[in-house]
């Protein structure tokens, strides 16, 4: 029996509108996310990675419409997310957080760590202050830190004890989805891997599921049970994380990770140039996105976008490399029908 996801994306975009002149009238859109698909199970992670641009952070806020998407299905939990009020989708918020890249800046600078905590608990109807409280000092040791610290304010605290401070306001409405954009991209490395191992700690200890965005390989590597690789709004491959960095498919995806470096200044491996800049997403390439800057580029890549298919198990790239001749032939024709 198969299992049915927590999340299921289904066509999901978001477009801004490029506004001009005396009466703002919209001369074209900028396609941030641009008819992506995924799902995520119960207590997995599905990291999220792609170069700056490339639409991730805004699909983080679109799946908790803190920014209302231009169409496509959200459901979760068996419940299409996009058809919800403002106060049903409120309501629900209480089972999806988010941690924020930025612990300082997701923090009020002018309340206590005890009044930022107690915050989530107020909104979502838990009224009893003494319940409330008792809960701030249980999830503060949850996350490493100490009933004293309540009482301090967000500026007292390091980068690392900030973050520890977003995780625990994260949890304290008992979410079953943690959103996490970029969480440990504004930390030293040292302190990365201490907050890594909390959230990896406290998945296994309160079953939670994580959407966790970020650029950099390695981390999302060390955390993640399945990889989604995006590029100008667009989700190229798929893989489960070991499969992913040890056969990576599309192009984009190896060139990704053969720049990352390896250290062992023995270690030879061979590098794939990604040259160019990204596209302008308010005038995306025809066909395939990537085609300009691909070296395996072919004619078919020009005209016609790949599809997300199925190479292997678990496995989907969107490339016409995987695509027989016939294939492409055919979608051409379609193309120019």
């Known amino acids: 029996m198969t299992k049915t996801p927590l999340l299921k994306v289904n066509n999901l975009k978001k477009y801004f509108p490029i506004k001009k002149g005396l009466f703002g009238s919209t001369t074209g859109y900028v396609k941030a996310v641009d008819d992506i698909s995924f799902y995520v199970h119960e207590g997995e992670t599905l990291g999220i990675v792609g ?12 799946l908790m ?60 109807g838990v009224t009893e202050a003494k319940e409330r409280k008792k809960k ?54 040292s302190i990365q891997a201490q907050v890594l191992n909390l959230m990896q700690d406290l998945q296994k200890e309160f079953n939670l599921t994580y959407i966790f965005i970020a650029h950099d390989l390695g981390v999302v590597r060390h955390i993640s049970d399945r990889v989604a690789v995006m590029y100008l709004g667009k989700i190229v491959e798929v893989a489960d994380s070991e499969q992913l ?9 190896q060139g990704l990770l053969s720049a990352v470096p390896v250290p062992d200044p023995d270690f030879q491996k061979k590098q794939i140039i990604i040259e160019g800049d990204i596209p302008n997403p308010a005038d995306p390439p025809t066909g395939c996105t990537f085609h300009k800057r691909c070296p395996f580029r072919m004619d078919s890549c020009m005209k016609v976008t790949p599809q997300l ?17 016939v294939d492409n032939d055919i979608k051409q024709l379609e193309g120019s029908l």
């Open 309 to 325: 298919v199925e190479q292997s198990t678990g496995h989907s790239v969107a490339c016409h490399l995987y695509v027989s001749e």
């Open 65 to 124: 419409r803190l920014i209302e998407p231009t169409d496509g299905i959200i459901e979760f939990d068996g419940k299409d997310l996009t058809s919800l009020s403002q106060e049903e989708m409120r309501k629900t918020r209480r089972h999806i957080q988010m941690v924020f890249q930025d612990p300082y800046a997701s923090l009020n600078p002018r309340h206590a760590i005890g009044k930022i905590l107690e915050e989530p608990l107020i909104v979502h």
């Open 245 to 253: 960095y040890e056969k990576p498919l599309h192009p984009y995806t």
């Open 136 to 189: 701030v000092r249980e999830f503060l040791e949850i996350v490493g830190l100490s009933e004293y610290h309540a009482k301090r304010y967000p500026h007292q605290f390091s980068g690392g004890q900030r973050q520890r401070i977003g995780i625990a306001r994260a949890l304290m409405t008992n979410p079953k989805l943690i959103i996490a954009d970029e969480p440990v991209s504004a930390l030293d490395v």
């Open 51 to 62: 170069e700056s641009g490339c639409g991730k952070s805004t699909t983080g806020r679109v």
